[in-house]
Every structure is written in C-alpha cells, then in structure tokens.
C-alpha cells in the first residue's frame, strides 16, 4: 500500500477553505450553546474569517502555478484570485445579510455558517483538477446555496425558490457527472491532467464517446453559470431568494463556476479539432448577451431585472472564454490543454494574458457592483410588501433621491457600472474584455457584445431616471439601517469607483505569465 | 468486432427478453382473459382487512430528521471499517486523517443534540 507523502506546500491552496469551514463550525456551535439575544457577532465573526481566507489566497496568488495533492488539485494565480475574489463577496454579503435578517427577525448562525460552506464549495470548485473532487465541491457549493435560497420560509415564493434551484441543480449536477463518467469510460482516468494525456487516443477511436462526455460536462456547467439556454431557473430563484444570498449567487457561484469550466475544458479540448470548442463557446457567448439584455428589457421588477442582467453578464465572459480558443490562437502555436512547461510566446501570449486578465477583472468589477446592487435592493425591500407582490416595482424606487440622496447616489453608481459607464469598474472590465476579444479575432462577438450592452444600458438608467426625475409616492419604504448594511454598500461603491479609476497594481497582478497551471 | 462489451452479450439477450415479456404478457392477458367485475374485485385489497383512511397521510417530520442523521452517522462507519482493516499499514497518517473526520462528526453530534434534534418528545 502507498500511503501519501504530504507536505505542507500541497496544503497552501486549501488553506483558506480550512479558515472558512473552522469559522463556519464555530458558527454553528456559537448558535446552539451561546444565548445571547444580539447575533450581530456571528456575522462579525464570518466576515473576519473572510478577510484572513481572503488574504491567504492573495498570498498564494504570488505562487508558480503546480499541481498539488497528488494532482487533485492545483495552485495557480488563477483559483488563487478566484478565491480571494470569492472572499471579497462572501465578506460583503454576511455584511449585508447582518441588517437584513436583524430586520427580519431571522439572524441565526446557520445562515452565515452556510454562507461560508457555500464559499468553502466555491473556493474548492475554482481548484479542482480531478473529475471526482470537482463534482464533491460543486456539490459542497450547491447543497449550501439550496438551503440558503429557502432559508426565510415563510411565503411562497422562497420554497418554489428553493425546490426549483434543488431540483434543477440536481439534474445539472447528474448532467455533468453523467458526462464525466462517459470521459472515463473513453480514457480510463479522472485526474484532468491524465485525461488529457489520454484524449487523442480516445478520440481517435471512439469520438461520439467523447463528444457525448464533453457535451454533457458543458451542459452541467453552463447551467451553473446561467448561460442561455440553460438559463430557465434563473430569474425565479434569483427573485426568491433572500436578497444577500441572491447577490453572493450572482457573483461569487459564477465566478467559481466560470474558473472551474475554462480549467476543465483546457485540458479537455485536446485532441480534438480546435474549431469545434471555439464555435460552441462563442454561440453560447452569442446567445447569452443577447438573450440576458433582450429578456431584463421588459422588467418592472428591479430584482427580477437584475437577474436577466446578471446572466448577460455571464454572456460577457463566455465572450472571454471564446476568445481563449480563439483560432487565431491555437494557431499561433497556444497548445490548447496541452500541460506545456514553456508558455506562449510573442503575440499569442500577450493575446492569451490579456484574455485571462479581462476575464478576471470582469468577474472582480462583475462581484462588486452585483452585490453592491443587491444590497441597496435588499435596504429598501419590506418584509410586509412581500405579500403584495410588488417588493421590487421601480415605483418603489421613485423619488428616492430627494429622500435619500446618498443612496440614491450609490444605486446609480452600481447601475452605471453595471451598465459599463466610465469611470466605473464595469467600464473597465468591459474595455479590458473587449479588447482582448477583438485582439484574438472575435471582432464580430466583440461588435454583438457593444450593442447588447446598450440594449443594457437603457434598462439600467430606467432606475436612475425613476430614482432622479420622479416624484415619491406616499408610502414610499426608507432603507433600513444597520452599520453593516452601509459599510457593505460604502465598501463597494468605493471600489466600483477606486477600480474604475485605479486599475494600476490589479491589473499588473492579473496579466502575470502562467496564471493558469498548464497553459 | 472484439469489443471491451462482448461478455456482456448474453446480458443483452436476458434484458431484450425481458423486455418483451414485460410488454407480451399483459398484452396477452388483456386480450383473450374474461372479463368480469365485481364490487369486491374493485376494492384496493382484496383479501385481509378493509382499508380506512387516506394514503396520503402527514408524518411528523421527526421520523425524517431521525432518518436523515441515520444516514449521517452510518456513513462514518462506512468509512471507518476500511481504515480499521488497514489501520496499521496506514499508520499515523490514516489516524490523523480519521481523527479530523470522526471530530467533524462530533461536533455535528454535539449540534444536532443541543438543537434538540433527538429529543423524541418535544
């Protein structure tokens, strides 16, 4: 028998999965043999277990990239920023989640404990290099994000929130496993790197084998990060959700969804004609742009809205993701999967950094505004309007800048950014995004994504323009108040606007050569 | 063609069989048997006692949580019976390993207690 030989180098990258899931315990425990009447400790204390987690990945980040744990996992700059990106969102949504369920009545340590379960599962799923491991941590994510959707049971829309995520997530989960069974069953091994050794062969003697395995994997994914088609559950569980919970769904599940799918499927293109897997991702891409904007348009509903927003967001890293297959790519010599020790060279690696850089500072500006709009939501909505079903109506945002100018101010920040306005951070992301698409010949992707997102913008400035220019109802909702809720807000309106102004030192960090294990 | 699937074939005859079987015998049967219905035959059982009540009846959800942990805590045994087997070739690593998983388990006991999750009464 061999028993593994561990050193502590193979445990740097779970480290900050280690400092959530001990918080999380200590949650739980808190809950059940602590008393006390005010819970605003529990959230204090998974937000602080944010931050060391956080600040950990931002150390691994500086890391070569290797695999670890017996090729289980890896440690690149890649799942390490994802991490730390997925620690800025946990932090700021238990920040909002403290004012919310104080208002409702609902703090309890389980909350937050799943918030960092749901986060742990996040952190996992961006390193996962093993089929097996990368289904246990989709699931660890899942299993959270369920509970946490039906966490307010009370009314119906949070139980029909919560069975349609269970089910629909379930079925994508076997969709995805089902396809990674069908790649063992035509290479005979689980661990990506060993599969991708294995493919050509593979395909050469069975490709509808592998072709089914691929399809199957893309479908589970895709579902994960809400790409048209497989976008149908979306809005509904968005809408039910507890607002916080909705906003650490839009930004951090997607982001670990969208890190984990590029790794899979770099290591699984090969072997097979290049052309396929850039025509896939790019219709996606298409779809989803096009589609997200198209369908927020006719909302009245600002939440509802946002989730139709948040899947064309998704569209807009497809468009990254297409880009890294991009022919101009593979041709110029970007052995797509192919476990290289020396990187790209000349244009091409410019080309292929700068795509990785766009698509993680899409997702970082993507992961500030979404839970900074969120938030905002999630201040003004009143439990008693629930019932009558118009919680989230524009109405409910007009004239809010004569009442509360300050948070006002900061909902047209977020709308802006999500809109893609300068100086905002969603500017950037967008420019970076673009631009390295267009480098890599997508120029036609690249001209749809610019349209659509002025389809976007004029549903984004319907809620500045509610918010500015029309008059209060009566019995308009003043935000509720809790410290929490506004240095979560404050927190990220200074970052939309400080990122969007001072990209400097992030994007140096984001364009490093071999920010992803292999490629 | 020699294909990793040949043994299997025999397997392929059984399920096709049965298949056909499944779908003939019915088939038959509702074509040439008699046909006559009576009160008694309508009934849900035939023999034993008359049904009462609906099928459809709420259970207290304790029976469910109960289940529910059941499972929890049947699958460490599961786990712990292949490390048992091999507890000494695998040595001080495979305990420290099984000490962090069985304290995970104890602290989800001490939760679940002090929830009141197995408090049959209340």
């Known amino acids: ?519 | 063609m020699e294909s990793p699937l040949t043994p299997y074939l025999p397997m392929a005859v059984v399920l096709l069989l049965a298949g056909v079987m499944a779908i003939a015998i019915p088939l038959i049967a509702g074509l040439l048997g008699p046909k006559s219905m009576t009160t008694a035959k309508s009934e849900a059982f035939e023999g034993g006692n008359a049904p009462m009540g609906s099928a459809r009846q709420r259970f207290a959800v304790k029976f469910y949580v109960v289940a529910i942990l059941f499972i929890v805590f049947d699958v460490e045994a599961v786990f712990l019976y292949p490390w048992a087997v091999n507890f000494r070739a695998l040595g001080w690593f495979g305990y420290g390993t099984m000490a962090v998983f069985a304290s995970t388990l104890v602290v989800a006991l001490a939760y679940v207690w002090k929830k009141g999750a197995l408090d049959w009464e209340s």
């Open chain 1, 1 to 519: 028998m061999i028993i593994p030989h561990f050193t502590l180098n193979d445990f740097l990258p779970v480290m900050p999965v280690g400092v959530l899931m001990a918080a999380a315990i200590v949650l739980m425990l808190s809950e059940v043999f602590l008393t006390s009447t005010t819970r605003t400790y529990q959230a204090i204390i998974a937000a602080l277990a944010s931050i060391v987690a956080g600040g950990i990945a931002v150390n691994n980040a500086f890391e070569p990239a290797r695999l670890v744990l017996q090729g289980y996992a890896v440690l690149d700059p890649f799942s390490s920023w994802t991490t730390a990106m997925v620690c800025l969102g946990t932090f700021l949504a238990v920040l909002l989640s403290a004012g919310f369920l104080k208002h409702r009545n609902a703090e309890r340590g389980e909350f937050y404990a799943l918030m960092l379960f749901a986060a742990a599962g996040m952190s996992l799923l961006s390193l996962s290099a093993e089929f097996i491991t990368l289904f246990i941590n989709l699931e660890v994510l899942s299993v959270a994000t369920y509970a946490l959707t039906a966490f307010l049971r009370r009314g119906p829309r949070p139980s029909e929130a919560g069975f349609k995520y269970f089910i629909l997530g379930a079925f994508a989960a076997a969709l995805l496993l089902y396809g990674a069974a069908l790649i063992y069953g035509a290479t005979g091994a689980t661990k990506l790197v060993e599969v991708s050794a294995a493919l050509p062969a593979a395909f050469a003697k069975s490709p509808a084998l592998v072709y089914a395995g691929l399809g199957l994997v893309l479908a589970g994914f895709a579902f994960k990060v809400a790409a048209v088609p497989f976008h149908m559950w979306t809005p509904d569980v968005y809408e039910g959700a507890p607002t916080p919970v909705t906003a650490l769904m839009s930004a951090g599940v997607k982001a670990a969804a969208f890190v984990a799918m590029v790794r899979t499927f770099l290591f699984l293109v090969k072997g097979i004609d290049p052309v396929i897997p850039f025509t896939v991702f790019s219709l996606l891409a298409l779809l989803t742009m096009v589609g997200g904007n198209l369908l927020a348009l006719p909302q009245r509903n600002v939440k509802r809205m946002l989730a139709y927003s948040s899947i064309a967001h998704a569209g807009y890293m497809l468009l990254g993701v297409a880009a890294l297959f991009a022919p101009k790519l593979v041709e110029a010599g970007a052995k797509v999967g192919v476990l290289t020790a020396t990187p790209l060279t000349g244009t091409a690696q410019d080309v292929s950094v700068a795509v990785y850089k766009g698509l993680l500072f899409y997702i970082l500006g993507y992961t500030v505004t979404s839970l900074g709009a969120f938030g905002t939501i999630s201040a003004l909505e009143r439990r008693e309007d629930e019932t009558r079903g118009n919680t989230w109506d524009l109405e409910r945002f007009a004239g809010l800048a004569q009442r509360k100018p300050g948070w006002a101010a900061a909902m047209a920040l977020f709308m802006l950014s999500l809109g893609g306005v300068p100086p905002t951070v969603g500017f950037l992301g967008k420019l970076f995004l673009f631009s390295a698409a267009v480098d890599a010949g997508l120029l036609g992707l690249a001209i749809v994504g610019v349209l659509s997102s002025v389809i976007g913008v004029y549903f984004y400035l319907r809620v500045v323009v509610y918010m500015f220019m029309r008059p209060a109802p009566i019995d308009a909702p003043a935000p509720f108040r809790h410290w929490t809720t506004e240095l979560a807000l404050v927190t990220s309106a200074v970052l939309v606007v400080g990122l969007g102004i001072l990209p400097g030192t992030i994007t140096e960090w984001f364009s490093r050569v071999g920010m992803v294990f292999g490629h």
